[in-house]
């Protein structure tokens, strides 16, 4: 009786375990919380095309060089209070920053604070627009730092490298120095899984969360058939889109639909599409696209360390998206 009770015990031990998030998906879900200051931000619907946009936001002439990146000012912060999807139905909780008071929108350029060697959103750093907010690498980062995980196997992250590490950095880890990310290997070995980071020249995202069949590999016979039409993934990310709405969950289907992400578009899939190919001949490929990337955390010990704290994250301790 004694066996039988310790082998339910593990059971249940091991299948609770492996529902926890991993420590980079535990990374962004708490960069997300904790920039909207609550557990409800993780809990509302992925985005779609159709959310309207924030408004009291105005683009004010494009960076040079950047296909995307905009001078962002925030003109009417009562608006973007009351439009902003992530902020909107915010109720301010003592000891909590009032986000509706202070609104993160999209910053190109824009990074954490790292003054005292942890991350603030709070404090406006680095990006070329005035108010708070971050961009796509920042949030990346963030993310794997507030999850104990390193780039560099064996050297220790500092808060104060969010400076250093734009998005292209991210598409070809091994050309970088990211000795703890490894190129994306899909086929018998798999497609995607939450926690896998997406890069290419001008943007970088992660995957929060997949469904069945990321890919929609099993919608089509033939593999050439396959676009993002069939992904059933959520990327996390900071991002222009809906006005420069910043930090956000997407649906990757609709956020793969806007023309801006074509290289994206195209990158997710041709890997779909090895991805394809590779299964059906029982096999593993690394997909080469010169101008974008899938890479996930290696997850050594050597690759972690812990957390570096994010100002604010004590008000979301609860949220049982990340601490499960």
């Not at 608006?79 to 909590?96: F, L, S």
């Not at 350029?109 to 920042?138: A, H, Q, R």
């Not at 991210?170 to 995607?192: E, I, M, N, R, W």
Request: with cysteine; proline share 6%.
């Amino acid at each position: 009786m004694k066996t039988l009770l310790s082998i339910i015990t593990v059971f249940f031990s091991l299948n609770a375990f492996s529902q926890n998030p991993s420590p980079a998906v535990m990374g962004l879900r708490k960069a997300l919380a904790t920039a909207y200051q609550s557990c409800e931000s993780l809990q509302l619907k992925p985005m779609a095309r159709s959310i309207a946009d924030v408004e009291g936001v105005e683009n004010n002439g494009r960076y040079p060089d950047s296909l995307t990146g905009h001078y962002v000012k925030i003109t009417d912060p009562k608006a973007v209070a009351r439009t902003h999807y992530y902020i909107r139905e915010y109720r301010p909780t003592p000891g909590c920053v009032n986000v509706q008071n202070y609104p993160m929108v999209y910053d190109y350029g824009g990074k954490p604070s790292t003054k005292d060697g942890t991350l603030n959103y709070w404090i406006t750093s680095n990006g070329g627009s005035p108010g708070l907010g971050i961009d796509c690498s920042g949030f990346v980062f963030t993310s794997l730092a507030v999850g104990g995980l390193r780039l560099k196997s064996g050297k220790a992250l500092r808060a104060a490298e969010v400076h250093q590490y734009p998005a292209r950095m991210y598409v070809h880890p091994d050309q970088s120095g990211f000795s703890c990310l490894a190129p994306k290997k899909v086929g018998t070995a798999g497609v995607l899984k939450p926690g896998d980071i997406l890069a290419s020249d001008y943007h970088v995202a992660m995957v929060e969360s997949v469904g069945a069949d990321p890919f929609g590999l099993k919608k089509h016979s033939n593999c050439v058939s396959i676009t993002y039409k069939d992904f059933d993934f959520v990327i996390a990310q900071s991002s222009p889109d809906q006005n420069n709405i910043g930090i956000n969950k997407y649906e990757a289907r609709e956020y793969l639909a806007e023309f801006s992400t074509f290289l994206f578009r195209w990158g997710l899939e041709r890997y779909a599409k090895e991805a394809c190919e590779a299964q059906r001949k029982k096999t593993d490929v690394v997909p080469y696209v010169k101008y974008f990337g899938i890479s996930e955390h290696k997850m050594t010990a050597e690759c972690q360390q812990p957390a570096i704290a994010l100002r604010g994250e004590s008000c979301i301790q609860e949220c049982p998206e990340i601490f499960e």
